[in-house]
Nanobody, 122 residues
Framework: VKFVESGGGLVQPGGSLTLTCAAS?????????????MSWYRQAPGKERELVAI????????NYAESVKGRFTMSRDNAKNAVFLQMNSLKPEDTAVYSC???????????WGQGTQVTVAS
């Protein structure tokens, strides 16, 4: 199973980007994908990787890092085996490689995407 992120790029401060993370080839049914906890992480140069946002299963609740609350919105489309991260009011400190993670702890499944670069600069 391979997860692929897309949508990164260069954006000016205050701008917006939407990241997508999708499982290649739709390997899961909508129901089985819905049981994955899905999350976005980021890692800036010289810094540790941090959790940005997570949607937990099965309740679908979403939690965000304090630094992105009110600016980022995470969502999922189980039929498309995909999750999204809408990022608004971007700041230079949001610059990082963003990676998605799909985890189903009960089955020992833990998948990571390769990451996509987001650069916020004028």
């Amino acid at each position: 199973v391979k997860f692929v992120e897309s949508g990164g790029g260069l954006v000016q401060p205050g701008g917006s980007l939407t990241l997508t993370c999708a499982a290649s080839g739709l390997p899961f049914t909508a129901l089985s994908f819905s049981w994955f906890d899905m999350s976005w992480y980021r890692q800036a140069p010289g810094k540790e990787r941090e959790l940005v946002a997570i949607i937990t299963s099965p309740d679908g609740s979403t939690n965000y890092a304090e630094s992105v609350k009110g600016r980022f919105t995470m969502s999922r489309d189980n039929a498309k085996n995909a999750v999204f991260l809408q990022m608004n009011s971007l700041k230079p400190e949001d610059t990082a490689v963003y990676s998605c993670r799909a985890r189903r702890e009960q089955l020992g499944r833990d998948y990571w995407g390769q990451g996509t670069q987001v650069t916020v600069a004028s």
